[in-house]
């Protein structure tokens, strides 16, 4: 965990330790007092889990007799006595030095010291104390581990597990399917469904489950891995896992078939009878020698979504130790190969939704079932492609600390360069369209934002500027930020000289957000001097129609006196999204999913009879925009129409259409030049049947339309 | 690492916890897994995000000043929006007992304290993917 973290860790403990003193000298005074013993008793919990998490392992292991002890203090198996006191307040001083770091061997006996006392305390009371189990795990659970990857390799069995949930597993937002998931990865497996039980649609119980599942899997995990998968949900459902054979008998088309048979639906099937069949297959030693399980030929369920990190390990250990240190770990690919490599699934997916639509339209289970499983894949080659061609932002962070050093310099100013969370990926074409925009966004922190040396020192602020580049992730996005604490934007500087331009009326009061985005339009700027680094108003608005054109954002948050943190919205990706396919009267248009919120059916009656295109949906007022006339598509609206909220910042907005198809992978392909002033899309995709969907840029379709509306 | 599912990247999850230092540690596992997250300092404290709809799992320490874990993981059974989203907490391997009380108030499951981030976020998936 990182450093930062420990750091911060530290200054809480120590509130944490200063606040448990005084519980402490408080419960001397009312040694009854439950509420000071629980105050005590949660601070030594706290600090043994945090202590841990943050590798400081000498408190979380001190801390944990301590926490034993109060957990009988709590039971009131052990009084508050004076002896109790005196030994916690030495504990917290030993806790105290373990805090400031500065540990020597006197220390560490002093703990153990500590650590007996309070141990016998324990046993004084009469308690048996358990061997502490805690501190001496960490080893033997790391022995076990590689046993288990050697065992791993060692031998694959099959194993027959019964899964019927409790009925009303659902409830507690278990999903029985990722179990199986689960599974899946561990080995292949073969599952058989019972569902039998499900009620008709008029009298089933949605939170219920009705079903439940056999499941042969053959897997080189041991039995408690496979019980593992089941852990939260083993006290309420029935489980039994059987071991049926030594080997990978799912390779056996005859024990498949014989299994097969044994399937009644609605009963689990007899164990001692499947064992039996696999006993009678196996009757050549060696005829089914155990294979590594990957190669196993019945990928029944899906057997991709492998733990990469625990596969990796397995390999690894699968090596002759002299080769260990040999292998390739990574390799330099041109970019150009990685673009090839893009375009081939962009062309793959395409293909595949012919695929799908031709399967669709066959009705044909076989076809069906392959093309379901190619769609599978591609979605799986193409989220593994997109891995490979994200970028962290940290190769940009060497060009900027060069800037800020040089222009700091050059402009007379002292600037301290930091950054944070530089290991964010972005998709490489991203990474490219970033340099320039930040390069203008870099250049009005430094010349404009933080003030010069005698300013700053005139207004207590430390002598030396700082100027941070964070990068993280939210939610489907990469945000950028530039931070600085120089003198911020001054909004009544840009709404004067906004009139002054004739942007605004003068009479006119815009909120904060909209006077900052005036920053944006071409031709403003507010700096009192032009200067040769920035102030000649091109900046921003190119930053902004940039970062537009790769389907981002840029928002400015600033305090005057304080700074300003200017950030760039990012896509992860540009040329493959998930999408909903939706209708507007014969035109197919995709949303990218990942701003759709809900979708709500809505009579075109109260549509059309709402004011100011503002409906009630879920409780709240949702404004909408109703894309047949916003789009100029003429005919006939359906009775019912489909309102797809989308996210718009902290807003959301619904976007009528006709109907709602499906989820739709769409690959991005640019709209040709015609269409370069058209600001709604952000390109077209070809569907399965060849025709095009056009995909909506709601980001500029929702501020084009509040705009138009103010 | 990134996740793999792009679709899985809006999900979003509340982390209720009253130590500072493991809240924002533990928001920056969350969010480099490319998770939403929302942070509650306590059960009361939490108890005023369960109007937001957004919320697809639910992390929680038991031990916490003014409102419980186990007092929380009742509210929000409770709760209209969310009788059903998955409720993880958190345990130590002292308080087995604890466990059994958490999972008769309505936890979906356990990540036993301490824990190291890539354990936290394997745990998370196996409920949430």
Not at chain 1, 68 to 88: A, G, H, M, N, R
Not at chain 1, 141 to 167: C, H, M, N, W
Request: glycine content about 6%.
């Amino acid at each position: 965990m990182n450093d930062h973290f420990q750091e911060k860790f530290i200054e809480e403990a120590k509130e944490l330790v200063s606040g448990l003193e005084e519980a402490l000298l408080l419960l001397e005074d009312n040694p009854d007092d439950t509420k000071h013993i629980e105050e005590v008793f949660r601070v030594m919990h706290t600090l043994k889990g945090s202590g841990a998490m943050f590798g400081m392992n000498e408190i979380s292991e001190f801390t944990h007799n301590l926490e034993s002890l109060y957990v009988f203090v709590k039971e009131q198996q052990i009084p508050v006595t004076k002896q109790l006191l005196d030994l916690t307040l030495d504990s917290v001083d030993h806790i105290k030095v373990l805090l400031s770091q500065k540990i020597d061997k006197g220390t560490l006996s002093n703990g153990l010291e500590l650590s007996g006392k309070i141990l016998q305390h324990i046993k004084n009371a009469g308690i048996e104390v358990l061997q502490d189990s805690e501190s001496s795990d960490i080893l033997p659970d790391k022995v076990r581990e590689q046993d288990k990857i050697i065992d791993q390799q060692k031998s694959v069995a099959t194993f027959y597990i019964l899964f019927k949930p409790g009925k009303e597993i659902l409830r507690d937002g278990t999903n029985p399917l990722y179990l199986l998931d689960e599974l899946s990865t561990m080995g292949s497996t073969y599952i058989f469904r019972h569902s039998d039980n499900v009620p008709t649609f008029r009298k089933i119980d949605p939170a219920l489950c009705y079903t439940f599942w056999e499941i042969l899997m053959a897997t080189g995990n041991v039995i408690d891995d496979i019980h593992d998968v089941f852990l939260f949900v083993e006290d309420v459902s029935t489980i039994e896992i059987l071991k049926i054979a030594d080997c990978n008998i799912l390779d056996n088309s005859d024990f498949i078939r014989k299994a097969e048979s044994l399937f009644v639906e609605g009963e689990a099937m007899s164990k001692a009878i499947l064992k039996n069949i696999s006993e009678e297959l196996i009757v050549l030693p060696g005829k089914l020698q155990s294979k590594p399980v990957d190669k196993a030929v019945i990928p029944v369920s899906e057997t991709g979504k492998k733990d990469n990190h625990k596969k990796e390990n397995i390999t690894i250990k699968q090596q002759p130790e002299a080769y260990e240190n040999r292998g390739i770990s990574s390799i330099r690919v041109s970019s150009d190969k990685i673009d090839n490599l893009m375009n081939n699934i962009s062309e793959l997916v395409i293909v595949q939704a012919r695929l799908s639509l031709l399967a669709d339209k066959m009705n044909q289970p076989d076809l069906s079932q392959i093309s379901e499983s190619v769609e599978k894949l591609s979605r799986q080659l193409r989220d593994n492609v997109f891995n490979i061609s994200l970028v962290p932002v940290k190769n940009l962070v060497a060009r900027y600390k060069r800037l800020v050093r040089d222009l700091s310099k050059e402009l007379g100013k002292e600037i301290d360069f930091f950054t944070e969370g530089t290991e964010t990926a972005l998709d490489k074409n991203i990474i490219e369209s970033l340099t320039d925009p930040l390069l203008h966004i870099f250049r009005n922190s430094i010349d404009h934002g933080i003030e010069d040396i005698e300013t700053r020192e005139k207004i207590g602020k430390p002598e030396k500027g700082k100027i941070t580049l964070k990068a993280y992730y939210s939610g489907s996005e990469v945000h950028i930020a530039v931070e600085d604490d120089g003198g911020g934007i001054d909004i009544n500087k840009i709404k004067e000289k906004a009139v002054n331009k004739g942007i605004i009326k003068a009479g006119a009061s815009p909120g904060e957000k909209e006077i900052l985005n005036l920053i944006f339009l071409p031709g403003f700027s507010t700096a009192s001097k032009v200067t040769g680094v920035s102030g000649r108003g091109v900046g921003m608005d190119v930053v902004m129609r940039k970062i537009k054109d790769i389907r981002g954002n840029v928002e400015i948050d600033t305090e005057v006196g304080k700074g300003t943190t200017i950030t760039i919205k990012l896509p992860l990706t540009l040329s493959i999204i998930d999408g909903l396919l939706v209708s507007v009267a014969d035109s197919l248009y995709v949303l990218p999913i990942s701003v759709v919120d809900k979708i709500f059916p809505v009579k075109h009656k109260e549509l059309q009879d709402s004011f100011n295109n503002i409906i009630v949906l879920d409780g709240g007022q949702i404004l909408f925009i109703y894309l047949r006339s916003e789009f100029v598509i003429g005919g006939e609206a359906p009775v019912y129409e489909q309102v797809v909220v989308v996210r718009h910042g902290e807003q959301k907005v619904g976007l009528v259409v006709d109907a709602v198809i499906r989820e739709y992978q769409a690959v991005l392909k640019p709209v040709g030049s015609h269409y370069k002033d058209q600001d709604f899309f952000s390109g077209a995709t070809i569907l399965g049947d060849g025709s095009i969907a056009l995909i909506l840029d709601t980001n500029r379709i929702v501020s084009k339309f509040t705009n138009d509306n103010q | 690492m990134i996740n793999n599912n792009i679709k899985d990247m809006a999900k979003t999850i509340m982390f209720v916890e009253d130590s500072e230092s493991v809240r924002e540690a533990v928001k920056f596992t969350l969010e480099k897994a490319g998770y939403n997250v929302i942070l509650g300092t306590d059960g009361s404290d939490a108890l005023k995000y369960l109007e937001n709809p957004d919320i697809d799992l639910v992390l929680t320490d038991l031990y916490m000043p003014n409102m419980d874990g186990i007092g929380l993981i009742k509210e929000i059974r409770k709760s209209k929006n969310h009788k059903h989203v998955p409720i993880l907490f958190l345990t130590t391997e002292t308080h087995k007992h604890k466990k059994i009380e958490a999972r008769e108030a309505g936890a979906t499951g356990w990540i036993v304290k301490p824990f190291v981030p890539e354990k936290l976020i394997t745990t998370i998936r196996k409920v949430l993917r």
